[in-house]
């Protein structure tokens, strides 16, 4: 299932999470807990822009307490540059994460830091069974050079961006309510109503008959080209169309040929 079930009690206050942009919350953390910090682990970008101050507060204040700032790249990273997405804010991490978008589908990830930091790992035991395995990191090197050659990340901006300004644009013509977030090629959206999950439900349901297998999410890809995107934009806007006269009428439910679908993941802690 997707509903958490807590984490084990000796984890018990071994992480406090703040909110993106609220660096008061920060700040919070770091004067009560001070010099027992060990990490602040971050992505740099997911549903919305940096504040100004915002990221350059962290750093500081991992500077500050000592502790050693990761920025996790694993959804972000190589989706709107050749590499990291806090290499746009001009951020140095301690620690940055990748995975996902480094293997182009092939499994790999890469943990890559400051000099100081990583030389810690000699001051421990660490082991992999996979180590000697080579088509994950081949795939990334080959991803890395294919992805700057073809400048993607500047293609995979200009598709999410169209298709968030259509989702706007459906919306606004079909009188729906939605809010729309995440940056361009990692875009969502959500429909601001009571029964949302069935509205959502309903708008996979229309999708699917149209031949698209569409939730409330789009992820770019290089391969995605304008007659692509103006397909699903058409599609879209016929779902949308359904949807505004089921909840004029008070039928989404009934118009379910399944159970709506779940919430998705939920926080630990």
Known sequence: GLDPRGVPKGLTGTAFPFRYNHIEELKDIVAYHKDDLGVIVMEPIRSAQPEPGFLEGVRSLADETGAVFIIDEISAGF????????????????????????????????????GNVMDSAQNTFISS???????GP????????KHSGLNAGKHLMAVG???????????????????????????HFVFEYENALEIKSLFIQ?????????????YAMYAHQDLHIQKYLESADYAFSEIAKAIQSGTVKTLLKGGPSGSGFKRLT
Not at 79 to 89: C, E, I, K, V, W
Not at 138 to 145: E, P, R, S, Y
């Open 79 to 114: 989706r709107m540059n050749s590499g990291g997405a806090h290499l746009l804010f001009n951020i140095t991490p301690d620690i940055a994460v990748f995975s996902k978008a480094l293997g182009n589908g092939y499994p790999i990830a890469a943990v890559i830091g400051k």
């Open 161 to 187: 961006k169209r298709v968030q300004e259509g989702w706007r644009a459906l919306a606004s013509r079909h009188d729906l309510r939605i809010t729309v977030t995440g940056i361009a090629p990692l875009s």
């Open 206 to 218: 229309i999708m699917l008959e149209k031949g698209f297998l569409a939730s409330n999410l789009f």
């Open 129 to 135: 069974t996979m180590w000697t395995e080579r088509i």
């Open 138 to 145: 081949v795939a990334a090197l080959a991803t890395i050079k």
